[in-house]
C-alpha cells in the first residue's frame, strides 16, 4: 500500500523525518509531497526544499518526493491515491488535521488520513520554531539535519 506525506516541509526536520521513517515500515512506499500552504508565506522556494529534502532523506528506500500546487485532493485523485499520513504533535495540530480531513473528505470521498503521534523528543520541533532559532544563531543540530542548517545559515546571512 502506497501513501502520501503532504506538507510544506519549510524546512523539514527531525519530527518530519521521524513520521517518514515509521511510516516506511508501515506502508510499501511513501510520497513525500511538497506544497504551499496560503496560510503561510514559504521561507524557501519549492525547488528549495525539494533539495533539502532530497538530501535530508538520502539512503531512505521506497521513498519519493514531489511537488504539487494545488489542493491535496487534486494530487489524490490525478495519482490515484487515497491516503495521506500526517504527524500529530499537539492539541493544535489535531483541530487544523481534523478540520482539514473532513474538508477534503468532502471534495474526494474516499480520502483517509492516518495520523501518527510524535516522537515525544521531537513533540515541540516546528519548521517555525527552528527558524526563529536560526534566525538568532541558535544551535539547531538536535532540529534539523546538516543540508537544513546550512540552507538556514545561507539565508539569514543575505
Given at each position: 500500500?502506497?501513501?502520501?506525506?503532504?506538507?510544506?516541509?519549510?524546512?523539514?526536520?527531525?519530527?518530519?523525518?521521524?513520521?517518514?521513517?515509521?511510516?516506511?515500515?508501515?506502508?510499501?512506499?511513501?510520497?513525500?509531497?511538497?506544497?504551499?500552504?496560503?496560510?503561510?508565506?514559504?521561507?524557501?522556494?519549492?525547488?528549495?526544499?525539494?533539495?533539502?529534502?532530497?538530501?535530508?532523506?538520502?539512503?531512505?528506500?521506497?521513498?519519493?518526493?514531489?511537488?504539487?500546487?494545488?489542493?491535496?485532493?487534486?494530487?489524490?485523485?490525478?495519482?490515484?491515491?487515497?491516503?495521506?499520513?500526517?504527524?500529530?504533535?499537539?492539541?493544535e495540530d489535531f483541530e487544523y488535521e481534523f478540520e482539514?480531513?473532513?474538508?477534503?473528505?468532502?471534495?474526494?470521498?474516499?480520502?483517509?488520513?492516518?495520523?501518527?503521534?510524535?516522537?515525544?523528543?521531537?513533540?515541540?520541533?516546528?519548521?517555525?520554531?527552528?527558524?526563529?532559532?536560526?534566525?538568532?544563531?541558535?544551535?539547531?543540530?538536535?532540529?534539523?539535519?546538516?543540508?537544513?542548517?546550512?540552507?538556514?545559515?545561507?539565508?539569514?546571512?543575505?
Amino acid at each position: 500500500m502506497k501513501v502520501i506525506y503532504p506538507g510544506t516541509f519549510d524546512p523539514i526536520t527531525y519530527g518530519h523525518l521521524d513520521i517518514i521513517k515509521r511510516a516506511l515500515k508501515i506502508f510499501d512506499e511513501v510520497t513525500i509531497v511538497l506544497m504551499n500552504n496560503p496560510r503561510k508565506i514559504p521561507f524557501f522556494t519549492l525547488e528549495e526544499r525539494f533539495e533539502m529534502t532530497k538530501k535530508a532523506t538520502e539512503g531512505f528506500e521506497n521513498m519519493r518526493i514531489d511537488i504539487h500546487q494545488g489542493l491535496l485532493v487534486q494530487y489524490i485523485k490525478t495519482h490515484s491515491a487515497k491516503t495521506v499520513i500526517r504527524g500529530l504533535r499537539a492539541l493544535e495540530d489535531f483541530e487544523y488535521e481534523f478540520e482539514m480531513a473532513m474538508t477534503n473528505r468532502q471534495m474526494c470521498p474516499d480520502f483517509e488520513a492516518i495520523y501518527l503521534m510524535t516522537d515525544l523528543k521531537y513533540l515541540f520541533v516546528s519548521s517555525s520554531m527552528v527558524k526563529e532559532i536560526a534566525q538568532f544563531k541558535g544551535e539547531l543540530s538536535k532540529w534539523v539535519p546538516q543540508v537544513v542548517e546550512e540552507g538556514l545559515r545561507k539565508k539569514f546571512q543575505r
